[in-house]
């Protein structure tokens, strides 16, 4: 489910669609049977959110086979939202998404530099 939330960001990122790509990256989903809770930080978030979730939900119900899916929307003001500071940080977060960039590191012999 965060692997086709995170395309579907970055599908609207590529649109330039990106407050609504960084909307959608502030944190991480959580799935509860067929229901997705969405904590965002303020109001103003919530409004665009909800503005493009007709689009966010068909992406998801098609793409996970299951037209049972809701998400459910939470405000809360005390979160923080989630930041990578050092490249070490933003490597694992890009592990997360995607596993394969491991293989690509080692393939071509990267390095992880600060």
Known sequence: MRLHWNKYAERLGQKGLKIM?????????????????YELPNEGSKL???????GLLG??????????ITIEVIVNEQAET??????????NRFLEINPNIELLRSTFGLDLKD
Request: net charge negative; hydrophobic share 25%; glycine share 4%.
């Open 59 to 68: 992406h998801l119900k098609g793409h996970l086979h299951n037209h049972d």
């Open 82 to 91: 989630k930041r990578t500071y050092n490249n070490q940080d933003r490597y």
């Open 48 to 54: 665009e959110f909800e503005s493009q979730m007709n």
């Open 21 to 37: 790509e960084s909307i959608l990256l502030i944190s991480d989903p959580v799935l509860n049977g067929t229901t997705i809770s």
